[in-house]
Nanobody, 124 residues
Framework: VQLVESGGGSVQAGGSLRLSCVVS????????MGWFRQAPGKEREGVAA???????SYADFVEGRFTISKGTAKNTLELQMNSLKPEDTAMYYC????????????????????WGQGTQVTVS
């Protein structure tokens, strides 16, 4: 499974960004997909992900500001981020797992085997 992220950048607080991830190498419908992030000096953490039932889970810090979706383009996962805060500054990663997962377990980083190279988001 290969994943390639795009859409990161630098924005002012309150701004928006849309991240995209293109998945290849495995049937899209058979993988669980999610977005994660890692800020300097901090552990990687889950942001949003879909479980095996297609239900999205979000980290508490999202507070309704982000929306994960399957893009209109084939094999694409997206993350719309609104009302960005400086504390959202991090490298954002797309990840995929072949494990069956339900509920908030989809936000656990150790359940994912495949990772993209990351895209930087900087909020000032």
């Amino acid at each position: 499974v290969q994943l390639v992220e795009s859409g990161g950048g630098s924005v002012q607080a309150g701004g928006s960004l849309r991240l995209s991830c293109v998945v290849s190498g495995y049937p899209y419908l058979n993988v669980r997909m999610g977005w994660f992030r890692q800020a300097p000096g901090k552990e990687r953490e889950g942001v949003a992900a879909f479980d095996s039932g297609g239900i999205a889970s979000y980290a508490d810090f999202v507070e309704g500001r982000f929306t994960i979706s399957k893009g209109t383009a084939k094999n694409t996962l997206e993350l719309q981020m609104n009302s960005l805060k400086p504390e959202d500054t991090a490298m954002y990663y797309c990840a995929a797992s072949l494990l069956h997962m339900l509920g908030s377990s989809v936000l656990e980083t150790n359940r994912y085997k495949y990772w993209g190279q990351g895209t930087q988001v900087t909020v000032s």
